[in-house]
């Protein structure tokens, strides 16, 4: 107990003596100024106010008489004395009956002489106007004056009394001094009672306790210099580190089960979609074959055996080819399928492929351009990666039109390789952008059967590309679409 005490008595004394130290100083500093400084800050303050003075006076129109009222009104409420001359030197203003300046010897201003002063210092300005201290022969009395030339050849003399600056930063010295010694004792009695109160880190403490009961772990306790204090500040951030490690296996575990559930519904619901879309593709060639095998059961078009015959063949092709794809669909999309990766050459896959497809190309009648550099070092699986490029380009050779041009390009980045492939053609409705990856989707109802297109091969595409985890797109262009996939860089 005796030990808490003295810590206290510690903390108080420490925060006393600092902040006894930190004003003290500051007094000492606005001492030094006041005292020491102060007439050199009133002198400026006046030399400005005279320059002030100087640019009303030369807006001053001295052919009416009116003037010289309002000269000695101004002289009044600024406390300086003015004397203005003409060009031929005849005095045309002067602070009538001052006898600190002039001996009056005569009733007129041409007649009033001025008292010998002495010069003791001179400063001229680039503007051609000066400042004086002048200091009279036969006296003690000092004035800062300032001298201008304005008009047409008007001099004017502006004089501000020495004694007048010295009163006044006396008076605002001391005012200040006093001011500060209040402020030293008020801020001395604040810090005692600062200390004594011991209100800030309980209050820190308060608010990190407060919104770790609210579960909110953000805001820390700071370190403090008292141990006991010191060691409840640790206690709290372990203890709010360790709730807020707690809660967050929480979270994840929760958020993986969430998760999980909505994984197996979404598969549920992809599921049913899969065999319902499989069914209606399935239920087409079946008929067909159905009809023309009980057609040639019951003699049914007998001169055309063998154009039934055809038929059927034909559907039962593409009835394979639909097995085959939906085969490879299940495997691939599994997300179980294992991938074979190795490094190969990007350019050497495409470029390949591209030459197997010359014949029907020549046959569509369709201008095939490349922008593709040499020795694209890739990682991958070559086999799935090449069912990719196959798709963009079997669909891109099945929508073109109008210029009838595909092009295919690859672009890379720092860590991927991006391939790109265009065809001029109809555009795909906005609406349809995001479903062409979905299994048994046509966004071009008229590309479908007859072409053995069952809309499983974007499915597949996005599949490999996620099993690969690299992207894959499809957009708009101003006379085409373009399809485009990323393969990851290999290192050399």
């Known amino acids: 107990m005796k030990q808490k005490n003295r810590q206290?008595?510690?903390?108080?004394?420490?925060?006393s003596v600092i902040g006894l130290i930190?004003?003290?100083f500051c007094v000492a500093l606005f001492s030094v100024v006041q005292f020491y400084l102060m007439d050199d800050i009133y002198a400026l303050a006046a030399k400005i106010s005279m320059l002030d003075s100087a640019d009303e006076i030369s807006e001053i129109d001295f052919s009416d008489e009116s003037y010289l009222p309002s000269i000695s009104d101004f002289e009044t409420k600024r406390g300086i004395y003015i004397e203005i001359y003409a060009a031929d030197d005849t005095l045309l203003y002067t602070s009538e009956g001052n006898d600190y300046i002039y001996n009056p010897e005569g009733s007129s201003l041409a007649t009033l002489n001025p008292r010998n002063m002495k010069i003791l210092s001179h400063h001229d300005r680039k503007d051609g106007s000066y400042f004086e201290m002048r200091e009279e022969v036969f006296a003690t009395a000092r004035y800062i004056v300032y001298g201008s030339f304005f008009g047409?050849?008007?001099a004017l003399q502006i004089y501000y009394p020495v004694d007048t600056i010295t009163k006044n930063a006396q008076t605002a010295s001391w005012a200040l001094f006093a001011l500060s010694i209040i402020a030293l004792l008020v801020?001395?009695?604040?810090?005692?009672l600062f200390a004594t109160v011991f209100t800030g880190p309980v209050i820190t403490i308060s608010s990190a306790t407060r919104k770790i009961a609210d579960l909110d772990f953000s805001e820390k306790c700071p370190s403090f210099r008292i141990s006991e204090l010191d060691e409840l500040s640790k206690s709290i951030n372990t203890l709010s580190a360790s709730l807020e490690n707690a809660l967050n296996s929480l979270?994840?575990?929760n958020q993986q089960l969430e998760h999980d559930i909505e994984k197996e519904r979404s598969l549920e619901k992809a599921r049913r979609n899969f065999v319902?879309?499989?069914s209606h593709e399935l239920k087409t060639p079946i008929s067909i074959i159905q009809g023309y095998a009980e057609g040639m059961k019951y003699g049914i078009g007998c001169d055309s055996t063998q154009e039934?015959?055809?038929?059927i063949i034909e559907e039962a092709e593409k009835m394979n080819q639909l097995i085959v794809k939906l085969l490879e669909f299940l495997h691939i999309g599994s997300g179980e399928f294992p991938l074979a990766v190795q490094n190969f050459y990007l350019d050497e896959l495409i470029m390949s492929h591209l030459g197997s497809l010359e014949n029907i190309l020549q046959e569509k009648e369709i201008t095939l351009k490349t922008d593709i550099s040499t020795n694209l070092y890739a990682e991958g699986d070559p086999t799935l990666l090449k069912i990719v490029f196959n798709n963009y380009i079997s669909n891109a050779i099945s929508h073109a039109d109008f210029e009838k041009e595909i092009k295919v390009s690859v672009s890379e980045s720092n860590e991927d390789y991006t391939v790109t492939v265009y065809n001029t053609g109809k555009l795909i409705d906005e609406a349809d952008l995001d479903n062409l990856w979905q299994s048994f989707y046509r966004a071009d109802k008229s590309h479908s059967r007859a072409e053995g297109r069952f809309g499983l091969g974007l499915s597949i595409v996005a599949s490999i590309q996620e099993l690969h985890k690299q992207k894959y797109s499809v957009k708009n262009t101003e006379n085409g679409v373009e399809f485009s996939f990323t393969v990851n860089k290999a290192k050399r």
């Open 308 to 311: 039934f015959c055809d038929i």
């Open 187 to 192: 801020y001395c009695a604040a810090t005692y």
């Open 22 to 24: 930190a004003i003290s």
């Open 276 to 278: 319902a879309n499989a």
């Open 251 to 253: 979270k994840i575990e």
């Open 8 to 15: 206290k008595d510690t903390l108080k004394r420490r925060f």
């Open 152 to 154: 047409e050849g008007k």
